[in-house]
């Protein structure tokens, strides 16, 4: 067996390499590799200076100067300098008159600046508690365009080449910056790989080092061979409903079906049990923001549910359509369960499994669907998780629109005083609970088998592989 390449699976095909691009959680987990941001995050999600050594904020807490560092090369040999930092940054927040690529950065930035070749300059319309957790955003060489294709940035690995539904291949970077945190292994091949069968397959044949997204049993049935890991993702599964068609217009059905949804049997049915149960679009993981007072709100009772249902006018129930993105056996699993949890109060499920691309374009895209099961990968700073639900987001695809939810989500981006930021994002997750514009389902753990050497591989707060991380002992 080879030290010099590692090899792991990952359950749905790139959608985009160009980060601005991009929208699926699995792949920043592997772009994340490629680009460096201004700041870097760790395994506990603290942020820490990346590609800027040192930086500053005003005492008005309105301008951020970024000190970069030196020396610093893209993968294609360019020197890494502000005129990158301006060129991403006006991108993302579309100070180029152009299409802006980041709602966050357009909302928070009112202009920038590169005063010389290693000092950038951001000043924000706001004072804003949460800026810099924004700031792990890839930077991308000035004029290069081409990284849907082949992505280029400082990062710790360069991109190789992507065989469509097979695999993605990175190298080591000879000239990473980063000495402290200098990549180990030369080469990492990473399959597209979501049949449980064909990864415990290929790990036992010794053609994968790292097999993930698998159950609980199929983990356990080889834990002699290989080393089990397994822990909470800040990852969020929901019943995704489209709050802009009937019926889920209408509050009460949504609340019905939330009370309809046993999450014990869906933890045990599709997660063999490993996983967190939630009541909002917040796990744990992310400590002091979590609302812990809300599982209270709905408890599961079917006979209410049913009441629900015929206040609202569905005595008789109605047909529901599930779409379900096939690559994801825990999505597909969920659906078979609470579909038949909801045909205990009326409703009939049809479960329409699509393609990762399909759902992308259907659902993420086009919103056109009924319902869905997907999991929110999770986020450093809490108002990126709530945007989501933000009314005029334009990724915002349950189309829940609450204005005191979007008043209280805008004070919490502003609020400065992190106690009071701290019960503004309570205040949103219990709106989000008692309005139920999706089910929160749970944060499934992601279970993984290692071979037995390799090391260094951790869960972040953020769907991340970390390669430059891992090695062989």
Same mark, same amino acid.
């Given at each position: 067996m080879s030290k010099d390449v590692l090899r792991i699976n990952v359950a749905s095909e790139p959608d985009s390499f160009f980060p601005w691009e991009s929208a699926a959680a699995d792949t920043a987990a592997i772009y994340y590799n490629i680009f460096d941001g201004l700041f870097s995050f760790d395994e506990r999600g603290k942020i820490h200076p990346a590609l800027c050594e040192s930086y500053e904020i005003s005492s008005d807490k309105l301008t951020y100067t970024f000190r970069l560092r030196q020396g610093v090369k893209f993968h294609n040999g360019a020197d890494f300098t502000s005129t990158d930092c301006f060129y991403t940054y006006e991108n993302l927040a579309g100070l180029n008159g152009k299409a802006v690529k980041s709602d966050m950065m357009a909302s928070s930035i009112e202009s920038i600046e590169a005063p010389?070749?290693?000092t950038f300059v951001i000043k924000t319309k706001n004072p804003l508690g949460g800026f810099l957790a924004l700031n792990i955003c890839p930077i991308l060489p000035v004029g290069y365009t081409n990284?849907?294709? =082949?992505p280029i940035g400082t990062g710790a690995y360069k991109f190789v080449e992507y065989q469509p539904h097979e695999k993605v291949v990175l190298e080591k970077n000879e000239n990473y910056w980063n000495s402290e945190n200098e990549p180990k292994i030369h080469r990492i091949e990473i399959y597209v790989m979501s049949d449980e069968?064909? @990864? !415990?397959?290929?790990?036992q044949a010794k053609k994968l080092d790292i097999g993930q997204m698998l159950s609980a049993e199929n983990a356990k049935s080889l834990e002699k061979k290989f080393r089990l890991f397994s822990a909470p993702q800040n990852m969020v599964q929901v019943l995704g409903l489209n709050n802009s068609v009937k019926p889920f217009d209408n509050p009460l059905v949504r609340q019905a079906i939330t009370m309809a949804i046993n999450k014990d049997e869906v933890i045990d049915g599709a997660m063999d049990g490993f996983g967190t149960k939630l009541y909002s679009n917040f796990s744990p993981v992310l400590g002091?923001?979590? =609302?812990?007072?809300?599982?209270? @709100?709905?408890? =599961?009772?079917?006979?209410?549910a049913k009441s629900l249902l015929a206040s609202a006018g569905y005595g008789n129930g109605f047909d529901l359509e599930i779409t379900v993105p096939i690559n994801y056996r825990i999505h597909v699993d969920t659906a078979q369960i609470v579909a038949r949890q909801l045909e205990q109060i009326g409703i009939r499920c049809n479960i329409k499994p699509v393609d990762w691309a399909d759902w992308l374009d259907q659902v993420y895209t086009k919103f056109d669907y009924q319902a869905t099961i997907i999991a929110f990968g999770g986020k450093l700073e809490p108002g990126e998780v709530l945007q989501r639900y933000f009314s005029s987001y334009k990724r915002n695809f349950t189309r829940y629109n609450n204005p005191? *939810?979007?008043?209280? *989500?805008?004070?919490?981006?502003?609020?400065?005083? !992190? =106690?009071?930021?701290i019960k503004y994002y309570k205040y949103c997750q219990e709106l989000l609970a008692k309005s139920a514009p999706a089910v929160f389902i749970a944060d499934p753990n992601n279970t993984v088998l290692l071979r037995k050497d390799v090391r260094g591989f951790d869960v972040y707060p953020v769907l991340f592989y970390n390669f430059a991380k891992m090695y062989f002992e």
């Amino acid at each position: 067996m080879s030290k010099d390449v590692l090899r792991i699976n990952v359950a749905s095909e790139p959608d985009s390499f160009f980060p601005w691009e991009s929208a699926a959680a699995d792949t920043a987990a592997i772009y994340y590799n490629i680009f460096d941001g201004l700041f870097s995050f760790d395994e506990r999600g603290k942020i820490h200076p990346a590609l800027c050594e040192s930086y500053e904020i005003s005492s008005d807490k309105l301008t951020y100067t970024f000190r970069l560092r030196q020396g610093v090369k893209f993968h294609n040999g360019a020197d890494f300098t502000s005129t990158d930092c301006f060129y991403t940054y006006e991108n993302l927040a579309g100070l180029n008159g152009k299409a802006v690529k980041s709602d966050m950065m357009a909302s928070s930035i009112e202009s920038i600046e590169a005063p010389d070749r290693y000092t950038f300059v951001i000043k924000t319309k706001n004072p804003l508690g949460g800026f810099l957790a924004l700031n792990i955003c890839p930077i991308l060489p000035v004029g290069y365009t081409n990284h849907a294709e =082949n992505p280029i940035g400082t990062g710790a690995y360069k991109f190789v080449e992507y065989q469509p539904h097979e695999k993605v291949v990175l190298e080591k970077n000879e000239n990473y910056w980063n000495s402290e945190n200098e990549p180990k292994i030369h080469r990492i091949e990473i399959y597209v790989m979501s049949d449980e069968q064909a @990864i !415990l397959s290929a790990l036992q044949a010794k053609k994968l080092d790292i097999g993930q997204m698998l159950s609980a049993e199929n983990a356990k049935s080889l834990e002699k061979k290989f080393r089990l890991f397994s822990a909470p993702q800040n990852m969020v599964q929901v019943l995704g409903l489209n709050n802009s068609v009937k019926p889920f217009d209408n509050p009460l059905v949504r609340q019905a079906i939330t009370m309809a949804i046993n999450k014990d049997e869906v933890i045990d049915g599709a997660m063999d049990g490993f996983g967190t149960k939630l009541y909002s679009n917040f796990s744990p993981v992310l400590g002091e923001y979590y =609302n812990d007072r809300l599982s209270e @709100i709905y408890k =599961n009772d079917a006979a209410t549910a049913k009441s629900l249902l015929a206040s609202a006018g569905y005595g008789n129930g109605f047909d529901l359509e599930i779409t379900v993105p096939i690559n994801y056996r825990i999505h597909v699993d969920t659906a078979q369960i609470v579909a038949r949890q909801l045909e205990q109060i009326g409703i009939r499920c049809n479960i329409k499994p699509v393609d990762w691309a399909d759902w992308l374009d259907q659902v993420y895209t086009k919103f056109d669907y009924q319902a869905t099961i997907i999991a929110f990968g999770g986020k450093l700073e809490p108002g990126e998780v709530l945007q989501r639900y933000f009314s005029s987001y334009k990724r915002n695809f349950t189309r829940y629109n609450n204005p005191v *939810f979007d008043e209280t *989500f805008t004070k919490a981006g502003l609020e400065t005083d !992190l =106690n009071k930021r701290i019960k503004y994002y309570k205040y949103c997750q219990e709106l989000l609970a008692k309005s139920a514009p999706a089910v929160f389902i749970a944060d499934p753990n992601n279970t993984v088998l290692l071979r037995k050497d390799v090391r260094g591989f951790d869960v972040y707060p953020v769907l991340f592989y970390n390669f430059a991380k891992m090695y062989f002992e």
